[in-house]
């Protein structure tokens, strides 16, 4: 695909990132994490598609919330979606950040897609072929999966430029209120290296 916000989006979300600034400043409410969001070959046909998982620094070996972002042009509009799936076996790609020859063999049949954990993006351009991108789900949207047999929902969102990301993702529990993540603002992670 040539050069396109779609293209963009992709490039600035693929990188190692750390908010490591962010929980020096504000360690009560920031823990120290890296992110790993690499690009793997999955969808190609009309899509750009990125393994993510995260972990303390203090506990690199023990990655958590591994999923898939599929990055593509809006069925029915001129913008830009993120659906997001889970990996089936998550453990089997556990670390896969940081070892990504755990992903060669990763096919679309090995996820399951999460209807209502989309996102829609804009764009503006700060300069010429320089974005910022917000995503944010959609009103009716509601991001529920399962998990060790509990059913989680979360809240999705996030800001990107080319070295900065910035994640809105927080739990919600049954009330509506929110319990982990970005309770006191966004995650605001900086890009160590491009994947």
């Given at each position: 695909m ?9 490039e600035?979300l693929a ?5 490591s ?11 120290h ?34 999923r898939i972002m599929r990055l593509?042009r ?10 997001y799936?889970m ?7 556990k ?6 020859a755990?992903?060669n063999?990763l096919t679309?049949d090995?996820?399951n897609l999460l ?6 993006v804009?764009h ?9 991108f ?6 009716e949207?509601?991001c529920?999966?399962s998990y060790?047999g509990?059913?989680i929902?979360?809240s999705?969102?996030?800001e990107?430029t080319n070295?900065e990301f910035y994640?809105?993702?927080?739990g ?7 319990t982990w993540?970005?309770i006191m603002?966004p995650y605001?992670?900086?890009k160590r290296?491009q994947l």
């Amino acid at each position: 695909m040539s050069f396109s916000p779609l293209t963009a989006l992709a490039e600035y979300l693929a990188g190692e990132f750390d908010n490591s600034s962010q929980a020096i400043a504000d360690p009560a409410w920031y823990v120290h994490l890296r992110m790993w969001q690499r690009p793997v070959s999955l969808f190609s046909e009309d899509s750009f598609a990125l393994f993510a998982e995260q972990a303390n620094v203090l506990k690199l070996d023990q990655p958590y919330r591994q999923r898939i972002m599929r990055l593509q042009r809006h069925p029915e509009a001129d913008a830009i979606q993120v659906q997001y799936y889970m990996p089936k076996d998550p453990d089997a790609l556990k670390c896969a950040g940081q070892k990504p020859a755990l992903l060669n063999t990763l096919t679309a049949d090995q996820l399951n897609l999460l209807p209502g954990c989309i996102l829609s993006v804009t764009h503006q351009e700060i300069s010429p072929n320089s974005y910022k991108f917000t995503a944010t789900a959609p009103p009716e949207a509601r991001c529920c999966f399962s998990y060790s047999g509990n059913i989680i929902q979360v809240s999705l969102g996030f800001e990107a430029t080319n070295n900065e990301f910035y994640s809105y993702d927080k739990g919600i529990d049954p009330e509506g209120k929110a319990t982990w993540g970005a309770i006191m603002g966004p995650y605001r992670y900086t890009k160590r290296n491009q994947l």
